[in-house]
């Protein structure tokens, strides 16, 4: 190995990053998004694509399993599904953390690829069936029915599916977090061990690939219906947790929540709309699976019992405040321990679905509602209802 670069700088070469005009309407003005390690002239982001698996990436390198210079075949791995544009990837304040054309980069920017770019997507869109115990159980207890086409009688669930890796557009991130831009690269840069050295000398540079997980959204219905006015949406916003999720762990109730989102949506689709499941690709409110065994344990052990409070002395407590939601107030980063709490006040009961019933009231959280009630919630909410979550989550125990 010759020559390492440790650094770049704006002035190197003289040679200016491509422009990325975000929120742009003509995609050619907007410009793409370059992670390419290939030739740095294109290159016009911080990071690399597909976040912690560019380290994956780099051990096959380094074994000499995988060409450096690889390059991926785009060929008949457009999206499945046509999916915008729509008016909100036009807004640069309204999407800060994902590229709205990165299903679509073969096609819009099918004239730089042919010239040799290195563009890669940063959304793929497919369909598949989703198939579940829990969706069977509703339909045995006459709350969902088969239509055979959104879903069947065995119970096979047809959906579109989008996988999303994260583009950050550091100016609105900052702003959504009401920060200043410098000193949110800074504190990235700072805090992932100096492993970003452009967050600090790249002003010009405005997109970070953060490695992060990405989000997953589960679309049910006729995504075609989707960005119009009239078309009511059903809408579920989840945590990855892959305990409850995959594993059907007693310790919280997430894929009961979870199940219950999706029979909610099969419902919306079947009745015209469409819905949404977004499924974010971070364990435990972001603070990652080893955080939240501890808080497991920390909890269970705490004199007086199980609460949610026993987390907050725990390592990555001072992280759990840190605002991610993009709203005020913000919502903490937090396990939830509402969940946890509930699911322990059943002390025995070792099934989870009837432990802590979704589809039940829940007098905290939307008096006298039913399942179908909150569903509508979902897609209805009212001014009143959101203030009080806001309230709610800023009254999280400390
Ligand atoms: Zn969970």
């Not at 309407?25 to 912690?52: E, F, M």
């Not at 959204?217 to 949406?233: A, N, R």
């Not at 993009?326 to 002390?347: F, K, M, N, T, V």
Request: aromatic share 6%; with cysteine; net charge positive.
């Amino acid at each position: 190995m010759a020559h390492i670069r440790l650094n770049t700088h704006p002035s190197q070469g003289g040679q200016p990053a491509p422009p990325v005009v975000w929120g742009a309407r003509d995609p050619a003005v907007r410009g793409p998004v370059v992670g390419t390690v290939g030739l740095g002239s294109h290159r016009n982001v911080i990071g690399v694509h597909s976040g912690s698996y560019g380290i994956y990436r780099a051990l096959a390198i380094a074994a000499q399993e995988l060409k450096a210079d690889h390059r991926p075949d785009l060929t008949n791995t457009s999206p499945a599904e046509p999916i915008g544009p729509f008016e909100a990837w036009f807004d640069p304040k309204k999407i800060v953390s994902l590229d709205p054309w990165g299903h679509l980069v073969s096609e819009v920017f099918a004239d730089k690829l042919a010239a040799g770019w290195d563009i890669r997507p940063t959304i793929a869109i497919t369909k598949a069936h989703v198939n579940m115990p829990e969706i069977m159980e509703a339909m045995a207890a006459g709350r969902l029915k088969p239509d055979n086409d959104i879903l069947s009688g065995t119970g096979d669930v047809k959906v579109t599916k989008a996988a999303i890796e994260p583009v950050w557009w550091l100016p609105g991130i900052a702003e959504r977090f009401g920060v200043k831009e410098t000193d949110l690269r800074r504190t990235l840069f700072e805090q992932t061990g100096g492993m970003y050295t452009e967050l600090v000398t790249r002003p010009d540079l405005e997109l970070f690939l953060p490695p992060i997980g990405g989000a997953t959204v589960y679309f049910f219905g006729d995504v075609s219906k989707l960005g119009k006015q009239e078309t009511k949406i059903a809408c579920r916003l989840h945590d990855e947790c892959n305990g409850s999720d995959v594993f059907g762990s007693d310790i919280c109730t997430c894929r009961p929540y979870l199940a219950h989102g999706i029979e909610i949506c099969i419902d919306m689709a079947q009745r015209g709309g469409v819905g949404v499941v977004i499924y974010n690709r971070k364990e435990g409110r972001a603070l990652g699976e080893v955080t939240k065994f501890l808080v497991y344990n920390a909890r269970k052990r705490q004199p007086g019992g199980d609460s949610g409070r026993a987390g907050h002395a725990l390592p990555g407590a001072d992280a759990r405040y840190l605002p991610l939601a993009g709203r005020q107030p913000h919502r903490p980063l937090c396990l939830d321990e509402q969940h946890e709490i509930r699911r322990a006040a059943r002390a025995g009961y070792r099934d989870r679905r009837a432990g802590a019933d979704p589809r039940a009231p829940d007098p905290r959280r939307c008096a006298g509602g039913n399942g179908c009630q909150e569903g509508r919630r979902l897609f209805q909410p009212d001014q009143a209802r959101l203030e009080r979550a806001g309230a709610r989550q800023g009254a999280w125990p400390r």
